[in-house]
């Protein structure tokens, strides 16, 4: 049976941006009927960010719940600014911050306990796809948080397929590469829980207004985690369009 998902686009501003920027897009992001749009500033911005007419998301929390850990933030402070949505996994974080597959399935456990959506980010490193383990490789990525968070995880938690080879270098997936590995996912988890056939499941990786429609209209992709375009409000209006 097949099940219509609601589309989204998730800007992922990572460490760029400022207020002006942020005043930009309240004024002229346009969220397309049918579409959850949300935008994912730095922290220092988040205050700013919500109460507006998208949604609002961090880009990290500590897997703690408070305490002695400066500098991080917690899922009950996300939850006092009525942010709704939080990047984990992100391959940056994997890489720059040592963020191993366990660390993360933690952070997606604190996130759900507090009525946070995860935007759960998985994706293989180049040589993966050269060697064809793209499967396995994202496999043990979800099977991870399963293990800790039980099969029903992604029914209140967004998956982000992001390919490392192709973010942020202008070397987008095919349509057909990425749908593959959205269908992978689907399967995967359908075969323990039939309610796989209606999460959310986003393509990430040199998304652009160029590109957007075609690879949102494969049947698996249900919109997409945007990084660099995601700082052009017009560009990113394009991207949300093409979803809506
Ligand atoms: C990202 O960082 O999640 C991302 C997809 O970046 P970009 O769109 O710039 O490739």
Same mark, same amino acid.
């Given at each position: ?18 207020? +002006?920027?942020?005043?930009? !897009? ?8 049918? %579409? ?12 700013? +960010? ?7 998301? +961090?880009?990290? *929390? ?6 002695? =850990?400066?500098?991080?933030? #917690?899922? #009950? ?9 939080? @990047? ?7 890489? &720059? =911050? ?18 946070? %959506? ?12 050269? #060697? ?9 990525? @979800?099977? +991870? ?8 995880? !992604?029914?209140?938690?967004? @998956?982000?397929?992001?390919? *490392?080879?192709?973010? /942020? ?14 269908? !992978?996912?689907? %399967?995967?988890?359908?075969? %323990? ?11 990430? /990786? ?15 992709? &249900?919109?997409?985690?945007?990084? $660099? ?9 394009? *991207?949300?369009?093409?979803? $809506?």
């Amino acid at each position: 049976m097949s099940h219509v998902r609601k589309k989204m686009v998730a800007g992922n501003w990572k460490m760029n941006g400022n207020r +002006a920027l942020l005043e930009q !897009f309240k004024q002229h992001l346009i969220v397309p009927d049918n %579409t959850d749009v949300v935008l994912c500033p730095p922290a220092v911005y988040l205050a700013n +960010a919500v109460g507006s007419h998208y949604k609002v998301g +961090a880009q990290n *929390i500590s897997e703690h719940e408070k305490g002695a =850990h400066t500098g991080d933030i #917690s899922c #009950s402070m996300l939850n006092d600014l009525a942010v709704h949505y939080v @990047i984990l996994g992100h391959s940056e974080r994997r890489q &720059d =911050h040592n963020e191993s597959n366990e660390l993360v399935a933690q952070k997606v456990k604190c996130a759900l306990n507090a009525g946070l %959506t995860p935007i759960f980010c998985i994706g293989e490193p180049l040589e993966v796809r050269e #060697s064809g383990e793209v499967f396995a490789f994202v496999q043990a990525q @979800i099977d +991870a948080v399963v293990n800790i968070c039980g099969n029903e995880f !992604f029914e209140k938690a967004v @998956i982000a397929y992001e390919p *490392i080879w192709a973010i /942020g270098t202008g070397k987008t997936a095919s349509p057909e590469q990425a749908q593959e590995v959205h269908a !992978f996912i689907r %399967t995967h988890l359908s075969k %323990t829980n039939s309610d796989a056939q209606k999460m959310q499941i986003l393509y990430g /990786g040199s998304v652009n207004a160029d590109n957007a429609a075609e690879l949102f209209a494969q049947a698996d992709i &249900d919109g997409g985690l945007i990084g $660099g375009a995601s700082l052009k409000v017009d560009d990113f209006n394009i *991207i949300c369009q093409a979803a $809506g």
